[in-house]
């Protein structure tokens, strides 16, 4: 399962006009602060996660579970995002 910081790495890799962090949070439409916490491994909000995905260019379900996945307090919340995450990611469907 993909984290925060490969969907982030992935955006910058896809613009190549962004150099920075404050580039890619002006991009992305949200603070440097927040890209800072998210590399720092704490979870990007499920807005920022949508807004990623279309960046990317795949479905939203895909980072929105990656993101829900790394928030979840049980084992059985986990386990329902990354049956999500593998639904989207291997099959492309809901």
Do not use: C
Not at 33 to 43: L, S, T, V
Not at 55 to 64: A, G, K, R, Y
């Amino acid at each position: 399962m993909k984290t925060t910081l490969d969907y982030l790495n992935q955006v910058i890799k896809k613009q190549v006009s962004i150099e920075n962090d404050n580039q890619l949070a002006t991009y992305l439409g949200i603070t440097r602060q927040a890209i800072h916490q998210y590399k720092q491994g704490q979870n990007m909000s499920v807005l920022v996660a949508i807004k990623v995905a279309f960046e990317l260019e795949i479905h939203p379900l895909e980072t929105v579970s990656a993101t829900l996945y790394a928030q979840a307090k049980t084992d059985p919340e986990r386990d329902f995002w990354r049956e999500q995450y593998e639904r989207i990611t291997v099959t492309n469907r809901i």
